[in-house]
């Protein structure tokens, strides 16, 4: 057996138990919820729970490509806003809302792409890298707004959020869109194995072949065009432009993503794991409202859950 399916085998076999363990920590907090709260389990709050997971889920998906390189993008949050503000200066200038996507999705594509420009060619590490263009990002978002928020989108694009198909929330349909091609992206393509053998050994990667600067190319530029997406989808959700909109969305998306069972140090994690990673933080994020619990100890929670994710991680990994 060769090094990249010994890698791929081990790395099933540990995300798969770390789902069974975060699925089981959801039905907990399910059951829970539904006993502290008689709305938890009503369609209304079940529906609320999947749009607000719809944003946070493709965001997850496309920060666990990146860690999985051993990489990290702490753009999230600023490029959301910025796809967010563009777009609804567009649309209410006048702009098709079709090319107001498009436009965006391929800003949002391009900082990604210039992310994987500066950590590969400039040898910046990411996180310093991703930094910089959250700040040129946020800065960019204020100076299209001048710090106000934009009104005037069509009421096209609100219904959209609102909107049902099969009984489940559009937004939703769009994040299991988002996980099953990534999902079968990473497990079934050739570019998804180099993502993996990256995150593992990148001086191995490099001799057995990979294109280094390629992949990585390709990791950024896809995530920048998942923030794109989330930006869309969250100026639909709002139905109008915030300028300090996706604020902390990196840290929601980095602990979603560890939740599920990618390591920061690379080399494991899949697109389902991030999808139940979101999922417990939404569920987290939904029971402090209905339990009238203090929203600041949400964040306290949050970065508690990232602080003792990595801890347990580490420790597994010694032991190994």
Same mark, same amino acid.
């Given at each position: 057996?060769?090094?990249?399916?010994?890698?791929?085998?081990?790395?099933?076999?540990?995300?798969?138990?770390?789902?069974?363990?975060?699925?089981?920590?959801?039905?907990?907090?399910?059951?829970?919820?539904?006993?502290?709260?008689?709305?938890?389990?009503?369609?209304?709050?079940?529906?609320?729970?999947?749009?607000?997971?719809?944003?946070?889920?493709?965001?997850?998906?496309?920060?666990?490509?990146?860690?999985?390189?051993?990489?990290?993008?702490?753009?999230?949050?600023?490029?959301?806003?910025?796809?967010?503000?563009?777009?609804?200066?567009?649309?209410?200038?006048?702009?098709?809302?079709?090319?107001?996507?498009?436009?965006?999705?391929?800003?949002?594509?391009?900082?990604?792409?210039?992310?994987?420009?500066?950590?590969?060619?400039?040898?910046?590490? $990411? @996180?310093?890298?991703? +930094?910089? /263009?959250?700040? =040129?990002?946020? #800065? *960019?978002? !204020? &100076?299209?707004?001048?710090?106000?928020?934009?009104?005037?989108?069509?009421?096209?694009?609100?219904?959209?959020?609102?909107?049902?198909?099969?009984?489940?929330?559009?937004?939703?349909?769009?994040?299991?869109?988002?996980?099953?091609?990534?999902?079968?992206?990473?497990?079934?393509?050739?570019?998804?194995?180099?993502?993996?053998?990256?995150?593992?050994?990148?001086?191995?990667?490099?001799?057995?072949?990979?294109?280094?600067?390629?992949?990585?190319?390709?990791?950024?530029?896809?995530?920048?065009?998942?923030?794109?997406?989330?930006?869309?989808?969250?100026?639909?959700?709002?139905?109008?432009?915030?300028?300090?909109?996706?604020?902390?969305?990196?840290?929601?998306?980095?602990?979603?993503?560890?939740?599920?069972?990618?390591?920061?140090?690379?080399?494991?994690?899949?697109?389902?794991? $991030? @999808?139940?990673?979101? +999922?417990? /933080?939404?569920? =987290?994020?939904? #029971? *402090?409202? !209905? &339990?009238?619990?203090?929203?600041?100890?949400?964040?306290?929670?949050?970065?508690?859950?990232?602080?003792?994710?990595?801890?347990?991680?580490?420790?597994?990994?010694?032991?190994?």
């Amino acid at each position: 057996m060769d090094e990249d399916s010994r890698l791929l085998k081990n790395e099933k076999r540990f995300t798969w138990n770390t789902q069974m363990i975060v699925l089981a920590v959801v039905i907990v907090l399910w059951i829970f919820l539904g006993i502290r709260s008689k709305y938890f389990f009503t369609a209304s709050n079940i529906k609320n729970i999947m749009r607000q997971m719809a944003i946070q889920g493709v965001l997850s998906v496309g920060m666990v490509v990146v860690i999985i390189t051993a990489g990290i993008d702490l753009s999230v949050g600023a490029v959301v806003a910025l796809v967010n503000i563009s777009m609804s200066k567009m649309v209410v200038s006048g702009t098709p809302i079709w090319l107001s996507i498009l436009t965006c999705l391929i800003l949002a594509s391009a900082l990604g792409f210039v992310n994987g420009f500066v950590i590969f060619d400039l040898r910046v590490p $990411a @996180f310093i890298a991703t +930094l910089g /263009m959250m700040s =040129i990002a946020r #800065g *960019a978002t !204020l &100076l299209l707004s001048k710090g106000n928020n934009i009104f005037g989108l069509p009421r096209s694009i609100a219904n959209f959020a609102s909107s049902d198909f099969l009984g489940i929330p559009s937004l939703f349909w769009f994040l299991i869109i988002v996980t099953v091609i990534i999902e079968m992206m990473l497990r079934l393509t050739k570019f998804g194995r180099y993502v993996y053998a990256i995150g593992s050994n990148t001086e191995a990667a490099r001799l057995s072949g990979v294109n280094i600067r390629l992949v990585t190319y390709g990791v950024y530029t896809l995530a920048g065009f998942l923030w794109g997406v989330g930006g869309i989808l969250e100026t639909s959700r709002l139905w109008m432009g915030v300028p300090t909109t996706g604020t902390g969305y990196e840290l929601d998306a980095i602990a979603a993503a560890v939740l599920g069972g990618a390591s920061l140090f690379g080399a494991e994690g899949n697109a389902i794991g $991030a @999808f139940f990673g979101a +999922l417990v /933080m939404i569920t =987290i994020y939904n #029971g *402090a409202v !209905l &339990l009238n619990i203090n929203p600041f100890w949400q964040r306290i929670i949050v970065g508690a859950i990232l602080v003792a994710t990595v801890a347990v991680d580490q420790v597994r990994k010694r032991r190994s």
